[in-house]
């Protein structure tokens, strides 16, 4: 059984640190390239950050760039999102991905972040 479970979402003041984590099973992970987005209220999903299959290729966001960080763990199945500098924009429902090619795409169930004082 194919699994995405994000963990790590939470409130945070304004400038904290938050790192959330998605833990795959059920495919092989080290196949996939990763993921994370998110949606804000009455806003459409956007894509935060991507990390290549053997972590040498990533891609942020603009709004992003230069405090989130994203990361993988193939040995553990697992990608992380270090999220520093926070900001209120940021509040939204995070969701890791995992896609293999156009068929074989897999989302988690999403994790709350919330940033405000």
């Known amino acids: 059984q194919v699994q995405l479970v994000e963990s790590g979402g939470g409130l945070v003041q304004p400038g904290g640190s938050l790192r959330l984590s998605c833990s795959a099973s059920?495919?092989?992970?080290?196949?996939?390239?990763v993921t994370w987005y998110r949606q804000a209220p009455g806003k459409e999903r956007e894509l935060v950050a991507f990390?290549?299959?053997?972590?040498?290729?990533?891609g942020y966001h603009d709004s992003v760039k230069g405090r989130f960080t994203i990361a993988r763990d193939n040995a553990k199945s697992t990608m992380y999102l270090q999220m520093n500098s926070l900001r209120p924009e940021d509040t939204a429902v995070y969701y890791c991905?995992?896609?293999?090619?156009?068929?074989?795409?897999?989302w988690g169930q999403g994790t709350q972040v919330t940033v405000s004082s």
């Open positions: 059920g495919f092989t992970f080290n196949m996939y390239t």
């Open positions: 991905k995992a896609a293999f090619d156009l068929t074989r795409v897999y």
């Open positions: 990390i290549a299959r053997t972590g040498d290729n990533t």
